[in-house]
């Protein structure tokens, strides 16, 4: 039988339940009620698209009209980490025993994202979405702005790469900061498939114009083109991140493209030959001569491995040759996205009051509290469950083939037989110690 998170009848009771708070209320008892929920409407979400089940967290979402509330929950954390979480960190009381209660508040954008990723690959959830989609559409131009800067000033060598070496001690306020940065970059490649599933369903012209006029997309996805945030250089080694890690690329691989290479070009496909957006968008010299730049990427290597961008290549060769009529002044009753504003409207010269607030009241929960908390996520992360939302199947630690048995002791190196656990038991002896005697020193802390 297939693992599964919930059922759909406990799915749809979460859902029904799913609510907009207010800035001041992020962390606190009801919005982790919350976070549970969606957490495991999440994981429930991956299994059904991996395992191409019955849909049904998609559907109850788009049936009971939530998914705009994910968005709004979305922006909301977004703006509790740009402006609360800095102010929080530079409070002289705010002195956490335990990161853990801050790192899931961190952690719930990125749980939101991944749902969201999920379920806007379907049309009825983009329309679903209704007006939100142009609060997600400047989320995701927010998200790939910041990503593609930071690759261009960094270049090509360290992409994720946020430590704090050379420092003796690290407080733990600046490892949580750490977490946060390096989390961002996951949630910025989520944006990226976001981005190209509304390109793919939108026909709204308030969305179209919002991506074309307004934050001009197409000269960001050039630029993401052109930096690629996803791959780097290592020790001369290629490195490119696929399926959530850093990943070394043979020479014969280099040249393959990566899903994230793919989302990138088909929304540059959507936004460059639907004829809505040809109509709308500006070809002045500057958005020409960006544009322009994607004709020496698209070789045929490329090509083969996505065959509709041969369409594209031809329509930028003709590009190249003429001027196209600059778009129709037009008056249109546009909608304009208003959750960010909205809420940094209302919060506005309350962040460091908020941040107390919540130094006192949110981020300072007893032992007891501590424990519950614990337990109650220790049953969300059910190891069978997290284990087949993994990407690859665990592999044998002796011979490297698929593995479907684990060391029982420390529940973290997978064999396919024993008489392979035998054999690698002399090297996995201290590993295992030592990975035991740690689990037994949490379960202590947590029983004391």
Not at 71 to 89: A, D, M, R, S, T
Not at 154 to 182: C, F, I, P, R, Y
Not at 258 to 269: A, E, M, P
Request: hydrophobic share 35%; net charge negative.
């Amino acid at each position: 039988m297939d693992p599964s998170v919930i059922l759909p009848v406990e799915a749809e009771g979460f859902v029904q339940s799913l609510e907009t708070f207010p800035l001041k209320e992020v962390g606190s008892a009801r919005w982790f009620r919350q976070h549970e929920y969606i957490e495991k409407l999440n994981m429930q979400a991956i299994l059904n698209a991996s395992a191409a089940h019955d849909e049904f967290v998609k559907e109850l979402l788009v049936s009971y009209g939530k998914i705009p509330v994910l968005v709004h929950e979305l922006i909301l954390v977004e703006v509790w980490k740009q402006k609360v979480f800095p102010v929080l960190c530079q409070l002289q009381d705010f002195n956490p025993k335990n990161t853990f209660h801050l790192y899931m508040v961190i952690h719930h954008e990125a749980t939101i994202i991944n749902l969201l990723e999920t379920i806007m690959f379907h049309k009825d959830s983009c329309e679903a979405a209704d007006d939100s989609v142009l609060d997600l559409v400047d989320y995701c131009h927010r998200k790939l702005t910041l990503m593609a800067s930071k690759a261009t000033r960094e270049g090509v060598t360290t992409h994720d790469e946020h430590n704090l070496t050379g420092k003796a001690v690290v407080s733990s306020t600046e490892e949580l900061q750490t977490q946060s940065a390096a989390l961002e970059f996951e949630i910025s490649l989520k944006a990226v498939s976001v981005l190209r599933y509304i390109t793919d369903h939108t026909e709204s012209i308030s969305v179209i114009n919002r991506m074309l006029c307004t934050h001009n997309m197409p000269c960001v996805l050039v630029q993401l083109i052109d930096c690629c945030p996803w791959s780097r250089c290592s020790k001369g080694e290629v490195e490119k991140y696929t399926n959530g890690r850093w990943q070394k690329i043979p020479v014969e691989d280099r040249l393959k493209m990566t899903k994230l290479d793919g989302q990138v070009w088909i929304s540059l496909y959507n936004l460059l030959l639907k004829e809505d957006c040809q109509r709308k968008y500006d070809f002045n010299n500057f958005n020409k001569n960006q544009l322009l730049k994607l004709r020496g990427f698209l070789t045929e290597v490329l090509i083969d491995q996505l065959p509709n961008l041969v369409e594209l290549q031809r329509y930028l060769a003709h590009l190249a040759v003429t001027d196209p009529a600059p778009p129709k002044k037009e008056l249109v009753l546009e909608q304009i996205p208003e959750m960010w504003n909205h809420i940094v409207r209302e919060n506005s010269g309350k962040w460091k009051a908020i941040a107390k607030y919540q130094v006192k009241e949110t981020f300072n929960p007893s032992e007891s509290d501590l424990r519950l908390q614990a337990q109650r996520l220790a049953q969300t992360y059910n190891l069978d469950v997290m284990e087949s939302l993994l990407p690859e199947k665990p592999k044998c630690g002796s011979c490297g083939t698929e593995a479907a048995k684990r060391c029982s002791r420390c529940q973290g190196e997978w064999y396919c037989h024993r008489e392979c656990q035998v054999k690698h038991w002399p090297k996995h002896k201290k590993a295992c110690q030592l990975m035991t005697e740690a689990t037994e020193k949490i379960q202590r802390e947590l029983n004391n």
